[in-house]
Structures are given as C-alpha cells and as structure tokens.
C-alpha cells in the first residue's frame, strides 16, 4: 500500500510541474517499434495521458522491423527503437545503448488448453514455440522444467511461428499449450484456457526495452532525460490506475476491454515498483549472455556498458523521487 501512496502523491506533484514544458516548442522525436502491443504500454500511456506533450516532445509512433530501424537509427532518421534489435548491432560495433525497459523480467505466461488441469496432463501432448533459439524458446524450456517436464522426452515442442500462430494452433488442437505475452493470455484465459505458470523467476532477462543512438546521449541528452521521464510517470501511472491504462490499451491495440483489463494485470507483476524502467544484474547479463551466441559473439568478451547505459535512467528516477532498489546500478 506504501507505493500506491507514494505513487499518487507524486502522480499530483507531477501535474503542477509541467506547464513552463508547455510554453517551449515541442521537439520532434520518431520512435521505431515492432508491434502496437502491451510490450510498449507505457509509451501508449504517456502519449495518451499528456506526459510526452508535458516533456515537450512530439512523440512519432512507427512499425517498423528490426532490419529496418537498425539503419534509421544508425542514420538518425528516427531516436529511438527496440533494444532487442538494437543491441545485437551492438555487439557487432554498432554505436547503440538500451536506456529503458518496460519490463524487468520477461512476461511469458504458459497457457495451456482447457483440458490440461495440470502439469501431468502435458505429459506426451505437443507444445508450440515461436522458432529455435527465441526468447520464447528458452523461456518455455525454462518453464516446462519448472513444471516438472523435460523438453523433448515428456512433451514435444514445434515451431508454429508468432502469438497469433500459435493461438489457432491451441485452438484448433494441433498443440496443447504455449508460453505467450499477457494480451494473448487473457484472451486464452476468457476462452476457458488456464495459465500454468510464468517466466518471471525463471527467465529474468528484461523485456520492452528501448535503445538510443551513443551520439544522442553525448549531444543532446535532454531529449532521453526528457523520454525517460515520461515514460516513467506513466510506469507509475499505470500503477496507480490500471484501469485507466487499460483503456488506453483498450483504444490503441484494438483489444477487448475485460482483455484489456486483465492484460494490463498481468503486466503489472512485470514491472518492479522499486525499480521502473531498469532491471536486475542477473537478468541484463543472461540477457547479453544470449544476445551474443546468437549473433556469433563471445559473451564472455561483452561488458554491460558496451551495451546498456542507465546513467540517464537513474537520473530520471530521482528527479521524480523514486528511489530504486534491487536493481543494476542502484544508487
């Protein structure tokens, strides 16, 4: 209860202290982003709740792939993008740090069809992965074993490709189960499929992140300090009232609202209140540990700074007077 107090005292403060924001000429900024999902709900509640306006800054929203928003960001045609993308170029050289992630663990729900009750139901049945080497992978390994099930001897996986893949494959009987992000859970779970467990404890690596050009936190750092805080007022925000975000989400994903409400509950558990935005050492370094197989790196070579910079994140959070804890860096 103590953070709730804490978050709307300062949620009041806020509002006070944005108008000389309003005065100044808002500053164009685009933002790349692989999907209009509940991955990126604080920046759809920031721009929805007037944080970004109140920042000053004139928020583009743009789909794009990965192999796309490498390049405009390498280029500067856009300032921000999915850390995910970004820090595999990073790790081949390219100038890139994550300064932000949505979520401090990954958010990986295992649902299982109405007829499994349990663990021992899964036993022989088929189980779907988005592809090889995923994140969505690793966590369902991660998660069967959790529950008491060996990949490969007591259930077998098959690659059915995306969230929306994998959802006609349990409802037409293909598979019996999968691990999927909280929008597709609770539409799963309105439908009668139950949820198993999650990824939260054992695949901590962070999740939603999103990275910057080196140069911009060099020459015009207001304008990540200025993201940064926007983005974590409505981290605190959708604490706060989570159902207000959920008609956010509700407007801008085309969701269902009792989905949207139960997505954004979900989401919740997700994020750390006593560390919005970062992550823990753990996690960022499996993170990277992963990051740099895939793209032919040595792991063991990377340091978190080559990476990640969460000077400017820490910086926000004690401008807003959140004091973080438990998490990389916390000072």
């Excluded at 405009?72 to 050289?93: D, H, P, R, Y």
């Excluded at 990949?151 to 006609?168: E, N, Y």
Aim: charged share 20%; with cysteine; aromatic share 8%.
């Amino acid at each position: 209860m103590a953070h709730v107090f804490q978050f709307a005292l300062l949620l009041t403060l806020l509002g006070f202290c944005s108008s000389e924001a309003f005065a100044q000429k808002a500053v164009s900024v685009i933002q790349g982003i692989s999907s209009p999902d509940f991955g990126y709900l604080p920046m759809y509640v920031a721009r929805a709740r007037g944080f970004l306006d109140q920042e000053g800054l004139d928020l583009k929203i743009v789909v794009m792939r990965g192999n796309v928003s490498v390049p405009a960001l390498l280029t500067g045609e856009i300032q921000f993008t999915v850390a995910g993308s970004a820090m595999n170029a990073a790790l081949k050289g390219a100038p890139f740090k994550a300064i932000f992630f949505a979520y401090n663990t990954s958010t990986f729900q295992f649902t299982v069809r109405p007829e499994i009750r349990g663990p021992e139901d899964l036993k022989g049945k088929v189980v779907a992965i988005s592809s090889p080497g995923a994140s969505q992978f690793h966590a369902t390994h991660l998660m069967l074993q959790k529950l008491g099930l060996e990949p490969g001897r007591d259930v077998k996986l098959l690659p059915v490709g995306d969230g929306q893949a994998r959802v006609i494959a349990m409802d037409t009987g293909l598979v019996a189960g999968s691990a999927n992000n909280p929008d597709l859970a609770a539409l799963l779970v309105r439908k009668g499929y139950r949820i198993l467990t999650n990824s939260a404890d054992v695949y901590p690596v962070p999740f939603s992140g999103i990275a910057v050009h080196e140069d911009m936190l060099r020459k015009n750092p207001e304008i990540a300090r200025k993201w940064l805080r926007a983005h974590l007022r409505a981290v605190l925000s959708i604490r706060q009232n989570p159902d207000d975000a959920a008609k956010v989400a509700e407007k801008d994903f085309k969701t269902d609202p009792q989905i949207s409400r139960e997505a954004v509950r979900q989401a919740l558990s997700f994020m750390n209140p006593d560390d919005p935005g970062g992550f823990t050492e753990k996690g960022i370094r499996l993170n990277i540990a992963e990051s740099a197989k895939r793209v032919g790196v040595d792991p063991e070579k990377v340091k978190i700074p080559d990476l990640v910079d969460v000077n400017f994140l820490r910086d926000a959070q004690r401008e807003l007077g959140i004091q973080c804890r438990g998490g990389y860096l916390c000072r």
